[in-house]
T-cell receptor, first 114, second 113 residues
């Protein structure tokens, strides 16, 4: 079955430090991949997406993600974290054969220490 | 401003009661979705609709019902058959299927009295 795994439930980083959030997928073919961010009690905002082409994808708020087919991964990175980045981050995937049914990871809660 | 509006923000359900969550979009999107979010479980798909008057069950449709009479509206009814309805419910829409970006509303938090 198709699945998306985010191995880290919580991550704490110091303000100004670099960040990497992990995401692995299990699909028969390369899926479309997304990272969303959610502030408490709010909806989800798209950070970036990967459909094809360049494996390093730039998004909003200074985030980037790298698609690695050999590792079935799509990790999210940011060089320098700001206190306002504290939120929950979701990785999601879908493939054409399943329409646009997104499969989400369980999420990673990011805490930022000042 | 274009977007997705969910109402109410908070909703309380009594035993045996059906409640309806509203979702309206003015993005002219064809496809709409309902997700349920529980802590530590990510989002799970309840129902989705590709076009007006058509909808499909998602992974956890039991105890829920939907309608799609208008392109802009996709209300979700949580029926009394849903024994554990307490959750955060999110509505989304996209231009179509096949990998298009889904845009989300701000959510409705449903609790049981």
């Amino acid at each position: 079955a198709q699945s998306v795994t985010q191995p880290d439930i919580h991550i704490t980083v110091s303000e100004g430090a670099s960040l990497e959030l992990r995401c692995n997928y299990s699909y028969g073919a390369t899926p479309y991949l997304f990272w969303y961010v959610q502030s408490p009690g709010q909806g989800l905002q798209l950070l970036l997406k990967y459909f094809s082409g360049d494996t390093l994808v730039q998004g909003i708020k200074g985030f980037e993600a790298e698609f690695k087919r050999s590792q079935s991964s799509f990790n999210l990175r940011k060089p320098s974290v700001h206190w306002s980045d504290a939120a929950e981050y979701f990785c999601a995937a879908t493939i054409m054969e399943y329409g646009n049914k997104l499969v989400f990871g369980a999420g990673t809660i990011l805490r930022v220490k000042s | 401003d274009g977007g997705i509006t969910q109402s109410p923000k908070y909703l309380f359900r009594k035993e045996g009661q059906n409640v309806t969550l509203s979702c309206e979009q003015n993005l002219n999107h064809d496809a709409m979705y309902w997700y349920r979010q529980d802590p530590g479980q990510g989002l799970r798909l309840i129902y989705y609709s590709q076009i007006v008057n058509d909808f499909q069950k998602g992974d956890i449709a039991e105890g829920y019902s939907v309608s799609r009479e208008k392109k802009e509206s996709f209300p979700l009814t949580v029926t009394s058959a849903q024994k554990n309805p307490t959750a955060f419910y999110l509505c989304a829409s996209s231009i179509g299927l096949a990998g298009n970006i889904q845009y989300f509303g701000a959510g409705t938090r449903l609790s049981v009295l």
